[in-house]
């Protein structure tokens, strides 16, 4: 049969989009922050992310200047964030001093890639940006994928590390000396797993702290946000209120619920009850 008598339809691929059948997927944008000092900050967000990587949530906004205006937390000091999106408390940690910053997210290749472009851009590692991925000893900050209740050894091997090389020698486990979770509580299922990685990875120095700060988005469910407190009271940790403050306006306009709950961010302390 001649090239001629072929069925044209036989030829096309039925079920094939056509070109451009798809939008473009979002791109990145940045977002600046302004230190207490005027100094700016540029961060990296993903284009968008079903995991929310793509916005800059009020607290991790307040958390950072509740860390500047509380250098002595950090200083000297290990700091782990969980699902950090864009990393800007974490960048702010390391720029205040941290011996050590570990900043995790969900394990989705864009969220840590743009985490590792964050540090890169930052010049906070020694010696500018840090190309390498692979070799993370020495440097300040690292990022690192990680789901919450998840073995949570990789990540404390960053401050084990660390610790070899000190001088100084510590008879406490191993642990990080601040944890941050900035707008995580709105995942109610995942509180367990929070708690469980906060027991798991927070030092049982009487110095400890996971500074939990966030805004009630839905107002209706605040109730349900604040559970997470009880479940950390239950497995032997106090909880602190230390900040309550209001941003301008709501982060998302068109959503319901009662505005100044919207515009509230809160912030609490958790630490090991036994060692306060």
């Known amino acids: 049969m001649s ?13 094939a989009d056509p070109p451009d059948y798809y939008p473009p997927s979002p791109t990145p944008t940045t977002e600046t922050y302004t230190l207490l000092a005027g100094s700016a900050v540029s961060v990296r967000l993903v ?8 916005h800059l949530w009020n607290a991790g906004r307040i958390l950072s200047e509740y860390l500047e205006s509380n250098v002595s937390l950090i200083q000297g000091r290990t700091v782990l964030e969980l699902g950090a999106g864009a990393g800007l408390p974490s960048l702010i940690c390391a720029s205040l001093g941290a011996n050590k910053v570990v900043v995790t997210d969900y394990p989705d290749p864009d969220l840590i890639e743009n985490l590792w472009y964050n540090i890169d851009h930052s010049g906070l590692n020694e010696g500018g940006v840090a190309s390498n991925k692979d070799d993370a000893d020495g440097k300040r900050i690292v990022a690192e994928g990680y789901t919450w209740g998840a073995d949570p050894a990789s990540l404390l091997s960053h401050i084990t590390k660390t610790s070899l090389q000190s001088t100084t020698e510590t008879t406490t486990p191993a642990g990080f000396d601040v944890l941050i979770l900035a707008d995580l509580l709105f995942n109610h299922s995942e509180h367990t797993k929070l708690v469980s990685t906060i027991q798991r990875t927070l030092s049982h120095s009487s110095a ?21 407190f009880d479940l950390m009271r239950e497995a032997g940790f106090a909880v602190e209120k230390v900040l309550e403050t209001k941003m301008e306006k709501v982060m998302f306009e068109k959503d319901p619920g009662d505005e100044e709950l919207r515009r509230t961010v809160f912030g609490y302390a958790v630490t090991r009850e036994n060692q306060q």
């Not at 090239?3 to 036989?10: H, L």
């Not at 996971?210 to 605040?222: D, I, S």
Request: proline share 10%; glycine share 4%.
């Open 208 to 228: 400890a702290k996971a500074l939990v700060f966030f805004t009630p988005y839905r107002p209706w469910l605040l109730s349900k946000d604040l559970t997470f």
């Open 3 to 15: 090239d001629s008598d072929t069925d044209p339809e036989e030829s096309l691929d039925l079920f």
């Open 47 to 54: 284009g968008h992310n079903p995991l929310w990587g793509h």
